[in-house]
């Protein structure tokens, strides 16, 4: 079974930095593509940023230059790094990435990370 376990979110105040990260355990050949997803109260969940397994990123203009999605292949984890920090950044952050199992290729989520800016 493989799993997604998040970490990172928290109350920061505008302007401020986190640091979300995705740890992936369990029994799986590879990792293909990893993303980084958000959802605010009453919307839709939305891409953030994208990587691919060579390391090409792409990231939504929203948060073109305040954030950084990376990941380490060796230790199976992605992070976004959150810069600059806006209220309207707020939304539970959501880490998903596509896995090769010994029964075909699977997407899977993490179970969500709450991101609130305020002051």
Not at 5 to 22: F, K
Not at 42 to 58: C, M, P, Y
Not at 110 to 118: E, K, M, N, R, W
Request: charged residues 15%.
């Amino acid at each position: 079974q493989v799993q997604l376990v998040e970490s990172g979110g928290g109350l920061v105040q505008p302007g401020g930095s986190l640091r979300l990260s995705c740890a992936a355990s369990g029994r799986f050949f590879s990792i293909s593509d990893m993303h980084w997803y958000r959802q605010a109260p009453g919307k839709q969940r939305d891409l953030v940023a994208h990587i691919t397994s060579g390391g090409s990123t792409n990231h939504a203009d929203s948060v073109k230059g305040r954030f950084t999605i990376s990941r380490d292949n060796t230790k199976n984890t992605v992070s976004l790094q959150l810069n600059s920090l806006k209220p309207e950044d707020t939304a539970v952050y959501y880490c998903n990435a596509q896995f090769l199992v010994e029964y075909g290729g699977f997407d899977y989520w993490g179970q969500g990370a709450q991101v609130t800016v305020s002051s």
